[in-house]
Structure formats: structure tokens, C-alpha cells
């Protein structure tokens, strides 16, 4: 009878995965990292490969002192987290924001009486809800100016639409559903999917109740993004269709409406892709880009991004997505980054290019996009799935990886992005 092996736990695999990168990092062999925490090589390895568990305290501290680590949560991070029961199977850092967005998707809220004035509320609620989008896309730590912001606009926001007598509540069903949509932005781009879409359905809810097509399609617009946050190709596949053919009548007389459809028409290209439908995912952009070029190249969308920098950015998610990693690459030489109004945008642009070099097996152009990403903004390389997975590839697929990279990889590791 054949002998299988038991499978690999995946958080064991990711703490053997820090473990390597941080003795690579202190330029420790295996046999000299082992020898200074007085095990074999055998057992290192082990562990790296995630085959076996740091399951003994004085083994994790052994370890840390030989690994230069003065914080064990860089090394059982993963582990304490899941025990917590905050992390997802596929373990990824928390941002501190989430619990209490969490709890403010979970909790009811009851009608209040309110100490503000409710003629200037709205009102304040709305240049808020500017300041937050306009720090999202200027500061180089987006993540963090949103989780700021967030939790409190959004409380203001319930509270006020609870407080406010039922002629009112249009408004504030208005701003409600533009606040659960900047959470949703937020909990997406922190990785944590299940949530955003929790975020998006409240949006959904919100802006039903206004009866205002164009506010309806941009938290379809959301949805379509916490699907695709979810991997659920399809389902954003049949949101856009469904939120851009509403939006059809109203593209002659609104700018607003046609920013939406084309951002929508950039969503629906990435389902398609991820689909595998070439020639629809193409069409979709093709769309996309008509949109733009009505628009005219000074505009952007404050919430989408849409305009015609995005589209040209999409044309390089587009190329990855379908494996055509040259034409990615291509595509990535003719944009201006400095066209780019967005901090975030740019690092999450640079990351998807990073992908495509890593496709064409060019592992320092992928670095170096990578490196960039993390100069436009630190925080998309420590939250995004698809950097953790670029900087994994280089690490471990390399048998001496690049100074750089290990550099990287630590800074992650150690939340100093």
C-alpha cells in the first residue's frame, strides 16, 4: 500500500514561508539557523515547507532570537489571528478599521434622539464624505486615511438617517448609501471580501430606497466589485449587465450616468476575462473606452476612477488575466503614471504589471514594479492577494532570490511597508 502524505495546513505553510524569507534575509544557511536554535537541518526544512507545525513557545522563541525577531506575532501571526477567529482560511493581515466596521454591518440600530442640528447634518455629512475620497486617492497611505475616517462617518450616517422624521429620510438614504459604499471600498482593498460585500448589499439597499437610477448603478458598481472580490466572476459578469442596461436611457443627457457605464463596462471586461472570454472582456473595454473619450481626458469618476487613464490601465489587467503577458507589458509602456490621479490606483496598477512580467519568467522587471507599487503606496503591497502572491513567487521560486526581494518580503512581514 502506498504511503500519503498528510496535507499541508495552509497557515503552517505560510509561517514556514517567513520563516525562510527571514533567514534568507539574515543570510543564514539551513544548517547554520538550525544549529543556532540546536536542531537538524532536517527539522528546519520541515518546518519551512510547512510540514511541520510551531506548535512549543520555546521553540518559537529559539527561533525568533536566531531569526533576529524582537515581535513573535512576525512569525505566528497567522496562527494567532485564526485563533482569534478573524482571519479567513487564506490568512492575510487585518487592518485595525475592520472590527469595528464589522461591527458597525452587524449591529441593528435603533431610533435615537441626536445633539445635531438636522438642517446642517447632511450637509456636513456630504463635505465629509468628499474630504474622505479626495485623502483616498492623494495620500500614500490611502488604506489607512479611510480606516480613519470611516467607522465614525458611518456611524454619523445611521444615526443621522434614525434621528431624521420619515419626509426626510430620501437624503439620508442618499448619503447612507454613499457611506456603506466608501466602506465597501475600504474592506475590499483590505482583503477582507466577505465584508465588503455585507458593505455593498447595505449600499444596494440604500440607494433603492432614493429611487435614483444613477446613485442605484454606482452601488451596482460596488456590488460588482465585492463579487469580484469573492471570485465570483459570474455574479459581477450579470450586476454590470443588468445595472449598464438601466443606465442606457440616461447616457444622452448625464456625464455622471456615462462615467458609471463605462466603469461598469471595465468591471464586466475583468468578469469576462477571468471567465475566459477574450473577445467579450475586449468588447467590454472597447466600451469602456468610447465612454472615456466622450468624457475627455480631464475626467475622473471620485469614486470609480473611470476616465481615460483607468481604461488604459484595465487594458493591462485585461492582458494578465488572459495570459497574454507581452502585450501586458506593452500596454504598461504607454501610460503616464503622473495621468494616474490616484495613489492607490497606481500601486494597484503596478502590481498587476508586476504579474505580467513574472509571466514572461522576468523576475527582476517584476521586482522593480513591485518596489514601485510600494513607493506609490506601502499598503497595497501588505493587503493586496495578488502582491503577497508576486513576492511569494520570487521568493520561493528562486533558489538565491534577490537582495531586494527579501527586503520586501521582511518589510511585509514585519508591517514596516
Not at 485564526?82 to 469595528?100: C, F, I, K, M, Y
Not at 455585507?198 to 460596488?222: C, G, K, N
Not at 503616464?336 to 492607490?344: A, G, H, R, V, Y
Amino acid at each position: 500500500m502506498t504511503k500519503t502524505s498528510a496535507p499541508i495546513d495552509a497557515v503552517d505553510r505560510q509561517i514556514g514561508a517567513a520563516v525562510r524569507t527571514l533567514r534568507m534575509h539574515r543570510g543564514l544557511t539551513l544548517r547554520a539557523c538550525a544549529e543556532l536554535c540546536g536542531n537538524s537541518e532536517e527539522w528546519l526544512r520541515l518546518i519551512e515547507s510547512g510540514r511541520r507545525p510551531l506548535d512549543r513557545l520555546s521553540t518559537v522563541i529559539t527561533l525568533g532570537i536566531a531569526l533576529g525577531v524582537d515581535d513573535l506575532a512576525v512569525l505566528l501571526g497567522p496562527r494567532l489571528r485564526r485563533l482569534r477567529g478573524t482571519l479567513h482560511d487564506s490568512a492575510h493581515v487585518q487592518h485595525e478599521a475592520v472590527p469595528v466596521l464589522q461591527r458597525l454591518l452587524s449591529t441593528p440600530t435603533y431610533p435615537q434622539e441626536t445633539t445635531r442640528d438636522l438642517d446642517t447634518e447632511p450637509e456636513r455629512i456630504r463635505r465629509r464624505l468628499s474630504l474622505a475620497w479626495s485623502a483616498w486617492h492623494r495620500f500614500d497611505r490611502p488604506y489607512t486615511a479611510l480606516g480613519l475616517v470611516v467607522p465614525d462617518l458611518l456611524r454619523d450616517a445611521l444615526a443621522l438617517h434614525r434621528a431624521s422624521p420619515a419626509t426626510g429620510r430620501r437624503l439620508t438614504w442618499q448619503l447612507l448609501s454613499e457611506a456603506f459604499q466608501m466602506a465597501q471600498r475600504f474592506l475590499y482593498c483590505v482583503g477582507e471580501p466577505h465584508l465588503a460585500a455585507r458593505a455593498a448589499d447595505r449600499a444596494m439597499v440604500a440607494a433603492e430606497e432614493t429611487d435614483d437610477p444613477a446613485l442605484i448603478a454606482v452601488s451596482a458598481w460596488s456590488s460588482a466589485m465585492a463579487a469580484l472580490g469573492r471570485a465570483e466572476a459570474d455574479e459581477a459578469h450579470a450586476i454590470a449587465r443588468d445595472a449598464t442596461t438601466h443606465l442606457r436611457p440616461l447616457l444622452a443627457t448625464s456625464p455622471a450616468a456615462m462615467s458609471t457605464w463605462g466603469a461598469l463596462h471595465l468591471f464586466d471586461a475583468i468578469a469576462q476575462a477571468r471567465l475566459r472570454r477574450p473577445a467579450s472582456a475586449w468588447h467590454s473595454w472597447s466600451i469602456a473606452q468610447q465612454a472615456a473619450d466622450t468624457l475627455g481626458p480631464e475626467h475622473h469618476h471620485p469614486l470609480t476612477m473611470f476616465g481615460c487613464a483607468n481604461v488604459a490601465i484595465y487594458a493591462v489587467a485585461i492582458n494578465v488575466e488572459t495570459g497574454q503577458a507581452a502585450n501586458a507589458i506593452q500596454s504598461a509602456s504607454r501610460i503616464d503614471l503622473n495621468t494616474i490621479p490616484s495613489t492607490n490606483r497606481r500601486a494597484q496598477h503596478l502590481i498587476d504589471l508586476a504579474h505580467g512580467h513574472l509571466r514572461r519568467s522576468n523576475i527582476d522587471a517584476a521586482l522593480t514594479a513591485l518596489l514601485a507599487s510600494e513607493q506609490q503606496s506601502g499598503e497595497p503591497i501588505a493587503f493586496n492577494p495578488a502582491a503577497s502572491a508576486a513576492i511569494t513567487e520570487i521568493v520561493e521560486g528562486t533558489k538565491r532570490p534577490p537582495r531586494a526581494a527579501l527586503d520586501l518580503a521582511t518589510r511585509v512581514l514585519k508591517g514596516k511597508t
